[in-house]
């Protein structure tokens, strides 16, 4: 009996572990197709699929910054981002929307729920308010570990470990802060940066020797 009872549950688990398998392989064959002409879109999708749905497990993903914000952020900067679902007054929202040149990404502070359920936000990039859908919401802005600051290295090397990538990233951004002629923050931005270059220079020299 005992055997009987083994081998039935044996195969309930096969059926089921089928089954999913097979849905799997539905959606990242849909994924993969849209993929390839909106791959921006896609991994918005994602990210609000898994904040939509809600389980409490799933609770986000960190980025590396490859654009600057003032007291905020600056390139090479990594953010902790949560997925969760329900928002709360005051926390910063990551959201953006799609231009012609490609997607804009912003960040957010939540100001107000307003009665046709849409957010009232100040946006940090702009410096004005804006009203968006909670639709648009791709995350919430958790925390900031700024570049070689406690945690960073450790976070850096098990996931992206790619200096080089990440000193080119930080030139690209230095380029294009020179070109603004009118941003005030264009003179803070780029000591920061050539800052960060220097270190990235000094530590790929210590690992040559």
Same mark, same amino acid.
């Given at each position: 009996?005992?055997?009987?009872?083994?081998?039935?549950?044996?195969?309930?688990?096969?059926? $089921?572990?089928?089954?999913? +398998?097979?849905?799997?392989?539905?959606?990242?064959?849909?994924?993969?197709?849209?993929? !390839?002409?909106?791959?921006?879109? *896609? $991994? &918005?999708?994602?990210?609000?699929? *898994?904040? &939509?749905?809600?389980? $409490?497990?799933?609770?986000?993903?960190?980025?590396?910054?490859?654009?600057?914000?003032?007291?905020?952020?600056?390139?090479?900067?990594?953010?902790?981002?949560?997925?969760?679902?329900?928002?709360?007054?005051?926390?910063?929202?990551?959201?953006?929307?799609? $231009?012609? &040149?490609?997607?804009?990404?912003?960040?957010?502070?939540?100001?107000?729920?307003? +009665?046709?359920?849409? !957010?009232?936000?100040?946006?940090? &990039?702009?410096?004005?308010?804006?009203?968006? !859908?909670?639709?648009? *919401?791709?995350?919430?802005?958790?925390? *900031?570990?700024?570049?070689?600051?406690?945690?960073?290295?450790?976070?850096?090397?098990?996931?992206?470990?790619?200096?080089?990538?990440?000193?080119?990233?930080?030139?690209?951004?230095?380029?294009?802060?020179?070109?603004?002629?009118?941003?005030?923050?264009?003179?803070?931005?780029?000591?920061?940066?050539?800052? +960060?270059?220097?270190? !990235?220079?000094?530590?790929?020299?210590?690992?040559?020797?």
């Amino acid at each position: 009996m005992t055997g009987f009872n083994m081998g039935f549950f044996s195969r309930k688990k096969k059926d $089921a572990d089928d089954e999913a +398998r097979e849905i799997e392989a539905q959606i990242m064959k849909y994924i993969e197709e849209f993929s !390839l002409k909106h791959p921006i879109v *896609v $991994a &918005n999708t994602l990210k609000k699929c *898994v904040s &939509n749905i809600g389980f $409490a497990d799933d609770i986000g993903y960190m980025k590396l910054v490859s654009n600057s914000q003032p007291d905020l952020y600056y390139t090479g900067d990594i953010l902790l981002i949560s997925t969760k679902h329900d928002l709360n007054i005051d926390e910063i929202l990551e959201h953006g929307y799609f $231009a012609e &040149n490609g997607y804009v990404e912003l960040y957010s502070e939540l100001k107000s729920f307003n +009665r046709e359920g849409y !957010l009232n936000v100040f946006s940090l &990039n702009y410096k004005e308010d804006f009203t968006i !859908l909670p639709t648009d *919401v791709t995350g919430v802005l958790m925390k *900031v570990i700024p570049f070689g600051e406690d945690g960073w290295s450790e976070l850096f090397e098990k996931s992206v470990n790619d200096y080089s990538s990440l000193r080119e990233n930080i030139e690209d951004s230095i380029k294009f802060y020179e070109n603004l002629e009118d941003d005030e923050d264009k003179q803070n931005i780029l000591e920061v940066l050539n800052s +960060r270059i220097k270190v !990235l220079d000094d530590k790929v020299g210590k690992d040559e020797t």
